[in-house]
Nanobody
Framework: QVQFVESGGGLVQPGGSLRLSCAAS????????MGWYRQAPGKQRELVAA???????NYANSVKGRFTISRDNAKSTVYLQMNSLKPEDTALYYC?????????WGQGTQVTISS
């Protein structure tokens, strides 16, 4: 069973930065895709950023130029560096890892942007 350890969420002022990390364990195969979704109250879950095991990345338009995703394949860990944070980035951020057509989800970490 895949398990996740997520960290890095919290409360920060607009314009600030946070770094999320998510370590996955328990898989017998390498995760092809890892990344982050987020869900704000009353809104649908949306993709924030994704990265393949070869390093190809994909970002939501709303975070391009502000967020950077990276991963350490040896540690099955994905990171999300978030800069120039805005109040609209406030959400519960979920880590995911996908392999062999199956997507596994972390428990989520809260990110709140407020002055």
């Amino acid at each position: 069973q895949v398990q996740f350890v997520e960290s890095g969420g919290g409360l920060v002022q607009p314009g600030g930065s946070l770094r999320l990390s998510c370590a996955a364990s328990g898989s017998t195969v390498r995760f092809y895709s890892m990344g982050w979704y987020r869900q704000a109250p009353g809104k649908q879950r949306e993709l924030v950023a994704a990265i393949t095991d070869s390093g190809s990345t994909n970002y939501a338009n709303s975070v391009k130029g502000r967020f950077t995703i990276s991963r350490d394949n040896a540690k099955s860990t994905v990171y999300l560096q978030m800069n120039s944070l805005k109040p609209e980035d406030t959400a519960l951020y979920y880590c995911y890892a996908g392999a062999m057509g199956v997507v596994h989800w972390g428990q989520g970490t809260q990110v709140t942007i407020s002055s």
